[in-house]
C-alpha cells in the first residue's frame, strides 16, 4: 500500500536527525512503538508534555508513559530495586510497562507523571524509537 501522508516519512539519518531537532525545540513527533505510533517529547520539558496532553485531549490526572533507551538513562528519574533490575534483564526492551517510584530529584515534568510518587517507565523495543531514544539526552 502507498503512503497517502504527506507527512509520514520512511525512517533513515536525514528524518533522524530532522526528529531528534524538533524534539530537542521540545515540541513533539509522533513515533512508532511495538502497537501503535505514540506522540513523544522531551518528558523534562513543561511545554512539550503540555503539547502533548492538549493534543490527545488527555485529562490531567493520566501519567504519560516515559520512554528511555536503557537503564543507565533512568537512575536520576526513578528508585530502582532488584526486583526491578531482574524484569528488566529478562523483558526489555520490550512493550512492558514499569511504575517505579520517582526520585526527589528527577526532572520529569511533574504533569507527565500526573503529580504521583510514581513514575511509569518503558524500554520500546521498535528500532526507530530507540534509534531516537539513543541519541538524545532526556527521556
Do not use: W
Request: glycine letters at 2%; hydrophobic letters at 35%.
Amino acid at each position: 500500500m502507498k503512503n497517502s501522508y504527506s507527512n509520514i516519512f520512511p525512517f533513515n539519518k536525514k528524518i533522524l536527525n530532522k526528529t531528534i531537532k524538533v524534539l530537542n525545540k521540545e515540541s513533539v513527533a509522533s513515533l512508532p512503538t511495538e502497537t501503535v505510533y505514540g506522540l513523544a517529547g522531551n518528558a523534562y520539558s513543561k511545554k512539550a508534555v503540555e503539547k502533548i496532553f492538549k493534543l490527545k485531549g488527555r485529562p490531567k490526572f493520566n501519567p504519560l508513559i516515559i520512554h528511555y533507551y536503557s537503564i543507565h538513562q533512568i537512575l536520576n528519574d526513578v528508585v530502582i530495586n532488584d526486583n526491578f533490575k531482574k524484569l528488566y534483564k529478562k523483558l526489555c526492551p520490550g512493550p512492558i510497562t514499569f511504575i517505579l517510584n520517582k526520585n526527589k530529584n528527577s526532572n520529569i515534568n511533574s504533569l507527565a507523571n500526573a503529580k504521583l510518587q510514581t513514575v511509569a517507565i518503558r524500554f520500546p523495543k521498535h528500532k526507530v524509537t530507540r534509534s531516537i531514544l539513543k541519541n538524545i539526552t532526556y527521556p
